[in-house]
């Protein structure tokens, strides 16, 4: 019996303690509120303001997006527009200020440059939206037709790599250039169709993008790199203060595809007949895209230096020969 009476009094213990602690347990905020009042359905009138209170936010969130685009469009389209016309009218110094512009807005300001990344984007069919892009949009689709019009006109023109390496070749004195023997020329400029066949096949084969940081120095302009990148960056631009635009030359992948579809380019660099046998423009090429009486289209940028010797009555053998034939015509 005592033992009946004690197990009563244990077991009445433990039920006292679970109690306690189930009370203890429950936190004072939710123990001490109010059960909640029925949800009531909302009216008419407070569907009618939550739309229009969603409308509100996304017509600002389209005018916002808008007027961004609107701005990124302009200035590209104005900087292109300005390419092109320095292009037609042969000005230097009108290419001087688009190639700077290309520089500090393509480059330093939106870091926006045709890159492997767009093949790459290309080939899985992984493109942004139309809505978010346009100026992306504007950009590529006038680097496939200018090449289609003039060749790597972009290389030449828009790119902000190239850009900068021109700007460069221009302070950096004529004494330090190396320039490649023409044997080894012919066969440097076959590298950058290894570099984006080898960087396809790579990204077939694992699907990463990431390979571009070490295959082209865009990523520069977004002064965001490894030890690693920099100091390839580095060794690269030190390289072209004496091979003046090695990279773009010798080792951009864009450039190759540029190379591959300008042989397509409908308004080429016409040659006179004096051209088979004078070396002046082939000497004053800095890209290499002369070969006697031939242009290499793919090679050409469209830099303008060979069309402004054409155009130069007084240094241009087609024009001296003509004058020297009026001379003698006249004196008869």
């Known amino acids: 019996m005592a033992h009946t009476s004690s197990r009563r009094v244990v077991a009445l213990g433990l039920l006292a303690l679970l109690l306690l602690t189930g009370s203890a347990a429950e936190p004072q905020s939710v123990a001490a509120q109010p059960a909640p009042p029925e949800a009531q359905p909302l009216s008419l009138d407070d569907l009618g303001a939550l739309d229009a209170l969603l409308e509100e936010d996304t017509e600002q969130a389209v005018s916002e997006l808008d007027s961004g685009a609107i701005v990124d469009v302009t200035a590209l389209g104005l900087i292109l527009a300005l390419a092109v016309f320095s292009f037609v009218r042969k000005s230097d110094r009108l290419k001087v200020v688009s190639l700077v512009l290309s520089v500090a807005y393509l480059g330093f300001v939106k870091a926006s440059l045709v890159s492997v990344v767009d093949v790459f984007g290309a080939l ?10 346009q100026a992306y949009y504007l950009l590529v689709v006038f680097t496939l ?30 004494r330090f250039r ?23 096949l790579y990204f077939l084969a694992s699907g990463d993008t990431l390979v571009y940081r070490y295959i082209e120095p865009f990523w520069m ?10 100091t390839l960056l580095a060794i690269l631009l030190t390289a072209t203060v ?23 380019t409908l308004f080429r660099i016409k040659r006179w007949d004096a051209c088979r046998t004078c070396k002046l423009c082939e000497k004053t090429c800095e890209w290499g895209a ?22 130069d009555q007084d240094r241009c053998p087609h024009w001296l020969i003509q004058k020297r034939a009026a001379a003698r015509a006249a004196k008869l």
């Open 124 to 133: 899985r069919w992984s493109l942004p939206a139309f809505q978010d892009g």
């Open 145 to 174: 037709v200018s090449a289609v019009l003039w060749g790597r006109f972009y290389c030449g023109r828009i790119c902000a790599f190239g850009a900068l390496t021109q700007l460069l070749d221009r302070v950096v004195p004529a």
């Open 178 to 200: 190396v320039e490649p023997p023409a044997w080894l020329e012919r066969r440097l400029v076959y590298l950058k169709y290894v570099v984006l066949g080898v960087a396809v």
């Open 221 to 230: 302009f977004t002064l965001n790199g490894n030890a690693i990148m920099w």
């Open 242 to 264: 004496f091979v003046p635009n090695l990279y773009c030359r010798y080792l951009c992948s864009v450039g190759a595809g540029l190379g591959l579809l300008s042989n397509l």
């Open 290 to 311: 002369i070969d006697g009486p031939r242009i290499l289209v793919s090679e050409c940028v469209r830099c303008d230096d060979c069309e402004r010797l054409y155009a």
